[in-house]
């Protein structure tokens, strides 16, 4: 039988707060008691890095496309083949083997890609030109990226600070194949820009698991990610909040004492184990130290 509470919904901690502190059900002082409620989810969040709010993004990369382009220096047009195709909606970036500047692309309409810089190699018309996907945009909400792997290496992707992966960028020059470092390196819009390295040749599917931030409750029927046990948590910090409001300081004592008592024990659950390989030291047997003992020879005893 699933978990029940009083406080399961942010309509139901609403109403209790509502209730226990004989206030009205005013759309003003519904608006503030969501927004202390929402604000003590916020707080509960951001204290530690909760396992309740860790989430795994899944991401499939597009394949690189490498055909035959036209080229002219200074210019920042690039026509590919009749019939070459791009990815939509990603950031994409533009090449030519041989002449080692990568360019971002600011557009890509049917067979026509618009570099963001004029194109530096010489001119031709039968160049060799590749267009691939530079990044991948993850949720703003993402506090902090644990791990990126995908199933065609042994071992995840390092993580790399952004000048220690530009420097593996420099060294190596553009590279395609199956990613096995990545950044966090700006945003775009209102997301988070995930650098990989090399970059994508085939289309394949990258995992990410994170800690995020939680989303804002808005609607009576939206639940908390807070484990059900401890959703009473956002009630305390509610009541605190009210009894505030109405200056009863005592109350509000009371309220914010019970909010931090029980935050405390929530902070004391344990957590799962590292599943890291431990090395311990193994017991030397005895037979072993008697065999040394006695093929020991006293003469290389100290004197």
């Not at 309509?11 to 004989?22: C, G, P, Y």
């Not at 090449?95 to 031709?124: C, H, I, Q, R």
């Not at 807070?226 to 909040?241: A, D, S």
Request: glycine share 4%; net charge neutral; charged share 20%.
């Amino acid at each position: 039988m699933p978990p029940s509470s009083k406080y399961k919904t942010l309509a139901n901690i609403r109403s209790a707060i509502i209730l226990d502190t004989k206030s009205t059900t005013a759309s003003n002082i519904v608006t503030l008691v969501d927004r202390w409620v929402n604000e003590g989810y916020e707080i509960l969040a951001q204290r530690k890095k909760r396992k309740w709010l860790d989430q795994q993004f899944v991401v499939q990369l597009n394949a690189a496309v490498e055909a035959t382009c036209t080229v002219t220096n200074g210019s920042t047009t690039v026509t590919f083949t009749s019939g070459t195709t791009f990815p939509a909606g990603v950031e994409l970036a533009f090449y030519t083997p041989g002449f080692e500047e990568v360019y971002n692309v600011s557009s890509a309409t049917l067979n026509v890609v618009t570099l963001e810089k004029g194109f530096l190699g010489t001119s031709s018309t039968s160049a060799s030109g590749v267009v691939f996907q530079k990044s991948v945009l993850i949720d703003n909400d993402v506090r902090e990226v644990y791990q990126v792997y995908h199933q065609h290496h042994a071992q995840p992707l390092s993580n790399k600070g952004p000048q220690e992966f530009r420097r593996i960028e420099e060294m190596y020059g553009p590279q395609l194949d199956y990613a096995s470092a990545y950044t966090i390196f700006g945003k775009s819009s209102s997301s988070l820009r995930m650098l990989l390295f090399p970059y994508p040749q085939d289309a394949y599917t990258l995992y990410i698991d994170a800690n995020v931030i939680p989303e804002m409750l808005s609607s009576d029927t939206d639940e908390p990610l807070l484990p059900i046990q401890f959703r009473q948590l956002l009630y305390w910090y509610g009541m605190y909040k009210m009894w505030s409001y109405m200056r009863n300081d005592e109350k509000g004592a009371e309220a914010l004492a019970l909010f931090e008592g029980m935050s405390k024990s929530m902070d004391g659950e344990l957590s799962p184990t590292i599943d890291y390989p431990q090395i311990t030291p193994a017991r030397q047997r005895r037979t072993f130290l008697k065999n040394l003992t006695s093929k020991f020879d006293p003469r290389l005893r100290d004197s």
